[in-house]
């Protein structure tokens, strides 16, 4: 079954004939009908797990292990600055040292030089 107007074209369903090629509709479409005895019943109740923590306890088990992460970060932190001002320390303590070693060896070939340029030993004092 089809109609057109204008250039647009309605089709609609077909519908099976109950006999020969004629076109009246003879006989009653056939109708879909419930299963006999009917449907099976629906389950409509909600299946919710039991025996999970509640929210409360899931918030505080959650605050626990950030509030532990928090303090081994903390904790983590202060222990590596102590240990870059150790370093640090220990550092210009050798630096020292080392000025005090530069200033010898200066004060050595100074002395060399000095002996070799005016001759003879300049072990004495100059008082």
Known sequence: ???????????????????????????NP???????GGFKP???RRNIP?????????FGISGLVLGYGW???VTGNRKRNLHTKALAEK?????GNYQLQT??????KTRELYSKEF???NSSSHH
């Not at 039991?50 to 899931?58: D, E, I, M, Y």
């Not at 200033?103 to 050595?108: C, D, I, L, P």
Request: with cysteine; hydrophobic share 35%; proline share 6%.
């Open 42 to 44: 629906v389950r409509w």
């Open 119 to 121: 001759g003879g030993d």
């Open 71 to 73: 303090w081994r970060l």
């Open 1 to 27: 079954l089809c109609l057109r107007a204008g250039t647009i074209l309605f089709c609609g369903p077909q519908l099976p004939h109950s006999g020969g090629a004629s076109s009246s509709m003879s006989g």
């Open 30 to 36: 056939k109708q879909d009908m419930p299963p006999e």
């Open 91 to 95: 550092r210009t303590r050798a630096l």
């Open 103 to 108: 200033n010898y060896e200066t004060f050595r």
């Open 50 to 58: 039991k025996g999970r923590f509640n929210g409360v306890a899931l």
